[in-house]
């Protein structure tokens, strides 16, 4: 079976949120040995931060596996994490294009120029994926769309919002009364994003509308460990937007800087699906301090 990997290559330089995880060289030498493809990807100046899978595109066994979930023992057991599997030769072979563009110019600002339309499982879930850098501005206003347009609720699972469209409209959202809004962020790196904002000008607007949106919606915020070598990464992690029967999940924080690293999305429409990512995000916001759940 040929396996390929691409990852992110380690950098130095200081970034508003935690940095990737360090590489463990000695094991991807392992998997060289035994014939694994290996290309790193530069994270200068921005990360690639993809998280999936793609397996036997072009067989009736084609399917993704995609989430926010790092290959990091802390992320399997120490932080929030949520990933997807998708059996869909057409969504594997979206996904099997982006992956080749990386592979074949592993540059990360030369990538996310695919771009795909609507899809349905067999099912009848409709999706679609999107792809950052190249379709950022494509997906944020999507995101602040689906915001704005959201008629019974919304639910927020991201370690930082700072994405302008995105949190300018959830703003404007908190300050109308009548849409079930809640969600849970990670407020140790919430709290590093605020002091940078601090110290530019043009940001400022930001530190307003953040303070809007919890003000008026009771979110949960995790106190994870702050980022240092050799420290446990406990990070509330999980990436995931919900809008009325609409849900948007993948690796890409709802950030700024994640509209510049190499990310992906993917967008469903199934009320099923919408109420399980839900409640999801209810469980984890009650358990960091957001509203109770309700009693059963």
């Known amino acids: 079976m040929a396996v390929r990997l691409l990852f992110n290559q380690d950098h130095a330089q ?3 949120v935690p940095p990737p995880p360090d590489i463990d060289w000695a094991f991807i030498d392992r998997l060289k040995a035994i014939g694994v ?7 200068v100046p921005d990360l690639m931060h993809h998280k999936y899978v793609v397996r036997d595109v072009g067989t009736p066994a084609a399917a993704l596996l995609t989430g926010s979930t790092n290959w ?7 932080e929030e994490n949520v990933m997807v599997t998708l059996a ?19 540059v990360v600002a030369a990538s996310g120029r695919v ?11 409709e999706l679609r994926p999107y792809f950052c850098p190249g379709g950022a501005m494509k997906l944020v206003h999507a995101m602040a769309k689906s915001i704005a347009s959201a008629q019974k609720r919304i639910r927020i699972c991201s370690p930082v919002i700072t994405s302008g469209p995105i ?5 404007e959202v908190c300050e109308h009364p009548g849409i079930d809004i809640a969600g849970v962020y990670d407020a140790t790196q919430m709290d590093e994003v605020k002091h940078q904002w601090a110290s530019q000008a043009t940001a400022s607007w930001k530190i307003t509308a953040f303070n809007t949106v919890v003000a008026a919606v009771k979110f949960g915020a995790k106190r994870s460990t702050p980022y240092a070598k050799g420290t446990v990464h406990d990070f509330m992690h999980a990436k995931i ?3 009325d029967d609409y849900v948007y999940t993948g690796s890409f924080n ?6 510049m690293n190499a990310e992906n999305v993917i967008q469903l429409h199934s009320p099923a699906v919408a109420a399980m990512c839900a409640a999801y995000i209810d469980r984890v916001a009650a358990r960091y301090g957001g509203a109770p759940l309700p009693v059963a």
């Not at 493809?37 to 994270?43: F, T």
């Not at 339309?117 to 879930?125: R, Y």
């Open 72 to 78: 990091t023992n802390d992320s399997w057991n120490r």
């Open 37 to 43: 493809q290996i290309k790193p990807v530069s994270g």
């Open 167 to 171: 949190l300018g409209t959830l703003a």
């Open 241 to 243: 937007l919900v809008a």
């Open 254 to 259: 709802l950030s700024h800087s994640g509209e």
């Open 14 to 16: 200081a970034i508003p």
């Open 88 to 106: 869909s030769a057409e969504i594997a072979s979206d996904y099997r294009a982006d992956f080749e563009e990386l592979w074949q110019k592993p």
């Open 115 to 125: 771009s795909v339309g609507w899809t349905a499982l067999a099912d009848g879930t």
